[in-house]
């Protein structure tokens, strides 16, 4: 097996969220138990578009671009200039600090291309990297495919307090060790916990300290419930470059289909990810930059009104899953994923994920994606039509009973 | 300097096409003779799409991808199913051998995409990779990325004779010395030299003998002029599962500003694409694959006319300049580049390239871009309005008679 061979081998994407469909079914008959569960698919294993449809104006906007022709095709590799210049206003408003749209904004092919960038801008072969466990699956299979070395660090997100839970002495224990990256999603995906004021401003602290470059996801970051007040790391930064910070108009906004991401911090650190998007793919693509127009300018009170229908969703299956004996799960404070920890079964994990979808219609992706300890949970995300999501869940619930061993 | 820092550093893009924009214009005028010339700015470094409209239908079939929701925003990572269906019988047909829809196809943000999941799943560090000089500029730099050994292999593209003029005992070399992969692009990038059947089956033979992997880059493969015959690769396969070929909907159509392109070949090349694009940019943006539908699939006659007039274009610029003494340039036998060697000038020629921008409004590609060797051409895309095409060109002359040395 050639190094190659195993770089590969490490990015198995079969149980990745939308992969589903290239899996063979196997024989699961040798398994089953009992019958079919009828009712409404629904695939939890990413944010339903169709439930939730975009605020009014994208497709308008997009339309425009076209009609602007060349110079919308054709932006600097960093994204066209007058967007950049719209979005670095509504970012210095929405983080509290400053954004410049000269110097520190990449306009990226969706937030997944911003990760890559980033990673790959500050990761060398052998470095190693600080990553959260449980956290989004891509963190740890970028870091791997740079050849990175991965330390873990800890978060008990069903810890108590309303933190995240994030262990902030092991952090400094890996940046001791020589850690000088830190990769993280807030919320986090998967287990929709948020790091509280403290716990981003001793990131900030510890990262000036080590000088270490932390890399935040903040996918989720304008989808917080309970009025719960939001720390951006980027308004922390105590020694500026340190930090980039990546967010865009997807899964939140229902804008995912156009594919268009953002990162902002360090300007050293977007030059090489500017550098490196030439030559991965160019540029996000140009007529679907024009929908970060409409991002951030949604009309009063949209956002609002989708944060308290995810809220509601949210409750009715939290509370489901809540009940039953031997689960563990947090109640998201952001974000539109749910992360239960199954009881005991009868059957292994993994083949229990293929059971629900072929026996109950469900599609969730497995824990394992997240952290190797976290093959006994499952990732559910929530922004789906309400009441399909709740039969759902209470399907998986009737299956959890029906396999528990 | 860290690996890291020497990787990024080989990553200039201040040249790019494209990038111009961000290049300080720093003192120009110590070396600055004469006065402006006056003219509508022409900018080659890449086609005018709003001079060469797409085919109708783009943007309609957008709409419709965006109106199916989900099911179009989050297509499997290799693309829609349905689309790669419909793609894979339009390249069966173009191509004159089977390509499967389900195994040997995937999509890509834009052609460069392709290019760079293709060579980041094929090159390891210090493995030889075999490159034309002259060639696309991206295909050196992917290898140097990735920690590739670049072997260069010859093209005679000004020789007396039809074909591209490849160093075919070179190549051989090449493989002989290791090279297990070897990148092209055909029609040739820069230069518009174009295989002949000969060349490619050859190139395939010599593959298969020395167990070679080769990408093709056919971006321009559709914009053939003089009736000439084209040679796909694909079909000389002889060893099948050695070949990848790179095409998309691009500049030929007008259709850059979605991004959208896609690779074809070898079953398990494409498996690892996926596998890496699901780290680097999840998909090309969902919506924008709809306009797959329209490639290959348009009006009876507009390519035709399409070839036709670029045809003209080529013919008009490469008559000027073929005129100068001390000039030599290859008449394009495909795509919609030319490729002018210029004469001894009393500037260096990177300074020229900014005279021409600063004192002519004419952007143009410098040669370095495309081999160190060819530091005296500088490449044009004549995809532009006709007319000031031409007139932007006999300002280029202009500055070369008063620069010369």
Known sequence: MTLLDEKFERLATDDAPGQEVRQRSGDLSAFMIGRHLPGVPVDFSHGDVDAFEPAPGAIDVFVRGVQLGGKRA??????DADLRQDVAAKLTRFTGAAVSASDSLIVTPGTQGALFLAIASTVASGDKV?????DYFANQKLVEFFGGVIVPVGLAYLGTNSDA?????????AFKVGAKVFVFSNP????????????IEAIARLAGRYGVTVIVDQLYSRMIFDGRHYAHLHAADIEPGRIVTIIGPSKTESLSGYRVGVAFGSPAIVTRMEKLQAIVSLRA????????????????????ERIRLHQAIRDDLHTRFAAIDGVN??????????????????????????????QAAVTVTPGTEFSPACGNCIRLNFSQAHGPAVHAVERII???ERYRS
């Open 74 to 79: 054709y932006t600097e590799y960093r994204g």
């Open 130 to 134: 600080a990553i959260v466990r449980p």
């Open 165 to 173: 839970g994030i262990d902030l002495s092991g952090l400094e224990d």
């Open 188 to 199: 986090n995906n998967p287990t929709g916990a948020v790091y509280g004021e403290a716990e």
């Open 285 to 304: 693509a140009g007529y679907s930059q024009s929908v970060l127009q409409t991002w951030f300018s949604e009309p009063a009170g949209w956002m609002d």
């Open 329 to 358: 799960v947090l109640r998201p404070r952001g974000g539109s994923y749910l992360f239960p920890q199954l009881p005991r079964l009868s059957v292994p994990y993994a083949d229990f994920v293929r059971i629900l979808r072929h």
């Open 398 to 400: 009737e299956l959890i």
